[in-house]
């Protein structure tokens, strides 16, 4: 099957192309100009592969939570190209695609959400397929949902920016963080495989973002508000 995977939702750009035996990736930091480099970076990729759109089976994409703007941009193309080739797509939750990147069985991951709060989802490993122990939501970090048990592996930029909080909500659970990994498209494609396989993918009308966090601009009195001040 070959399947093209594509992430925007942080300040990385992150790009893979499954074909059957092998996956071709292209990866980096793009900072705010993912809009720029997108399109000619996967243009890049497919003439390494050899490969137009219309030879793909699917599309893959980071379907959120993480940056507004990234989010829009990454569904926006993801959407668009489907329609142009006539190709079907799957969304993948960036916090369960750093869960795949973990190498671990438990895994607590947390994107920082920014604003003082982080993106948050726990996750356990069953056989070839995860389980969602918590689902993804918006919180404080010193307001995390607990966990049961020990030997948890943190993960994501949310263990870099709230470390000491974060290790304060787990005290002695989180046997090792590993909080410098980013959701890539390498990973969202291994999780959308067995959806497209099974013929679950989705017309690209269908396609959106997972925002979580409802409100992303709040006024300057809300945010007074929020943060307990009159």
Avoid at 68 to 77: E, Y
Avoid at 151 to 162: D, K
Avoid at 168 to 179: C, L, R
Avoid at 213 to 230: D, I
Wanted: charged residues 20%; glycine residues 10%; hydrophobic residues 45%.
């Amino acid at each position: 099957m070959r399947l093209l995977a594509l992430d925007t939702s942080t300040e990385y750009l992150s790009l893979a192309l499954h074909l059957d035996s092998r996956v071709l990736t292209r990866e980096l930091h793009a900072g705010q100009t993912h809009s720029q480099r997108i399109l000619p970076l996967l243009r890049e990729l497919l003439d390494e592969a050899g490969l137009a759109m219309t030879d793909l089976d699917g599309i893959a994409f980071g379907a959120g939570p993480g940056s507004f703007t990234g989010l829009r941009i990454g569904c926006g193309v993801a959407q668009g190209l489907a329609f142009g080739a006539g190709l079907p797509v799957v969304g993948v939750c960036t916090l369960l695609a750093l869960a795949q990147a973990s190498d671990a069985d438990q895994v607590i991951a947390c994107l920082d959400a920014r604003m003082g709060e982080v993106y948050h989802a726990v996750y356990r490993r069953q056989g070839d397929a995860w389980h969602e122990a918590i689902a993804p939501g918006l919180y404080k970090p010193e307001g995390v949902p607990a966990v049961e048990g020990a030997g948890w592996v943190g993960i994501g930029s949310g263990w870099a920016s709230y470390a000491d909080a974060l290790r304060a909500a787990y005290s002695e659970q989180v046997a090792s963080t590993q909080p410098d990994r980013y959701p890539r498209a390498q990973e969202i494609v291994a999780l959308a495989l067995p959806v497209f396989a099974a013929g679950e993918g989705r017309p690209a009308a269908e396609a959106a973002p997972l925002y979580i966090r409802n409100k992303v601009a709040l006024k300057t009195s809300e945010r007074a508000k929020m943060a307990g001040l009159k």
